[in-house]
């Protein structure tokens, strides 16, 4: 069920950045985790990003360092700004909250985004 509106997202050629918008996205008395899901072509869904309403980020080992998950509590919008992208990272984005703790488990995210497709190609 889609209830946050994604935007962002595209192609790019490797190395190269982008940066995708989710919003509604904001912690509330019910929503403590904000997150960013991917979703390659026969694969399943996996959780690469993590923003916990304590201020702390988690990050999947095959993004950290080049993907940054942040917030802004003005907007009620999650981003996730991406660097240094690479083939792999071709997939469907989908972000998502949950009401309670951050966890990598799609059956623990109560609300998602529409999704949006990323392709890195040379």
């Known amino acids: 069920q889609v209830q946050l509106a994604q935007s962002g997202g595209g192609s790019v050629q490797p190395g190269g950045t982008l940066r995708l918008s989710c919003a509604p996205a904001?912690?509330?008395?019910?929503?403590?985790?904000l997150a960013w899901f991917r979703q390659a072509p026969g694969e399943e869904r996996d959780g690469i990003a993590l923003?916990?309403?304590?201020?702390?980020?988690f990050y999947d080992a095959s993004v950290k360092g080049r993907f940054t998950i942040s917030q802004d509590s003005a907007k009620n919008t999650l981003y996730l700004q991406m660097a240094n992208l690479k083939f792999e990272d071709t997939a469907v984005y989908y972000c998502a909250t949950s009401k309670g703790i951050c966890t990598w488990r799609v059956e623990d995210f109560a609300a998602w985004g529409q999704g949006t497709q990323v392709t890195v190609s040379s």
């Open positions: 923003l916990s309403y304590t201020g702390k980020a």
């Open positions: 904001k912690f509330t008395d019910d929503t403590f985790c």
